[in-house]
């Protein structure tokens, strides 16, 4: 899924493209995708594009005469400009200078798409993590008392954040993914809200960095230089731990228990079970 960076990264790239200039034509190709009707569609073409940001992870284009496009790419949606053929996609606009197309690699299609006369109406979820002040982002955690991991993904409660970088910033917090938000210190607080900044600015200008002038290829959630996050079985970069994980539904939460936890390994329902009584408790058990 699209995060918070991966959003900044487009953002940095469609204002390049597309701010100053008019949209000459929009092609649907996915009933499912478009979920307004009014103003239509059409009402876009011929509109210079005013400004590009973004509300978490929704991205916004400002159109000119007052109209706004409102993307959210959910899961598997990817923005991809094409300056030869377009291909195919849910989505086309044209640009004088070539063709924004949106994907998504999903037989469920999650990905929207809104035109409305204002944003008034439009889900803005939570607070920005990245712009948060210590005192927004300690009333949030003060909401319910949550695990660490479900309060940073939480939509709700902090808008931009997902499965990667939650893991990336428990890890630069020293916290434990399963630690629960109504037992966290006022230290603790801070620490969070210092990692959680730190580690969506730097990974923000990262992408930025690698993608350079051209358009960003690598939206995903797994990078070789992150320290935890789809790093099972591997060294911790702080300690040389190895890194380990909880396996849940379709996901997984990596974390280092020598860093996060005290060395405490956390249940995990697979190894649980292939284990049974003999599962190991420490990471020196391993």
């Not at 953002?11 to 100053?20: D, M």
């Not at 603790?188 to 002038?213: I, P």
């Not at 990078?223 to 079985?233: D, E, L, T």
């Not at 280092?256 to 284990?275: E, H, N, V, W």
Request: some cysteine.
């Amino acid at each position: 899924m699209p995060e918070l960076p991966d959003i900044e990264v487009y953002l940095r790239a469609l204002g390049a493209r597309i701010v100053g200039e008019p949209l000459e034509h929009v092609s649907i190709t996915s009933p499912s995708l478009l979920r307004t009707y009014d103003p239509p569609i059409s009402e876009l073409e011929g509109r210079r594009v005013v400004a590009v940001h973004r509300l978490g992870k929704r991205i916004i284009w400002d159109m000119e005469g007052g109209l706004f496009v409102v993307i959210h790419l959910m899961v598997s949606g990817r923005l991809q400009w094409r300056t030869g053929e377009p291909g195919r996609g849910l989505a086309m606009f044209r640009f004088p200078h070539g063709t924004l197309v949106l994907t998504e690699a999903s037989k469920t299609k999650r990905a929207s798409l809104h035109v409305v006369r204002t944003l008034d109406g439009v889900d803005r979820g939570g607070i920005d993590p990245l712009y948060a002040s210590a005192k927004e982002f300690s009333d949030v955690l003060a909401r319910e008392n949550r695990t660490l991991k479900r309060a940073l993904t939480n939509p709700s409660w902090f808008s931009g954040i997902g499965n990667a970088y939650s893991d990336e910033i428990l890890h630069r917090a020293r916290l434990s993914p399963l630690q629960r938000t109504g037992k966290l210190s006022d230290e603790e607080v801070g620490r969070l809200h210092d990692a959680t900044r730190s580690v969506l600015a730097e990974w923000s200008e990262r992408l930025q960095a690698e993608a350079g002038e051209r358009w960003p290829t690598k939206v995903t959630a797994f990078h070789p230089q992150m320290a935890v996050h789809g790093k099972f079985g591997e060294p911790c970069p702080v300690c040389g731990s190895p890194v380990q994980r909880i396996v849940y539904a379709e996901n997984e939460t990596n974390y280092c228990a020598t860093c996060q936890t005290g060395g405490r390994l956390l249940a995990d329902r697979a190894r649980s079970r292939f284990l049974k009584g003999d599962r190991p408790q420490r990471v020196e058990d391993l």
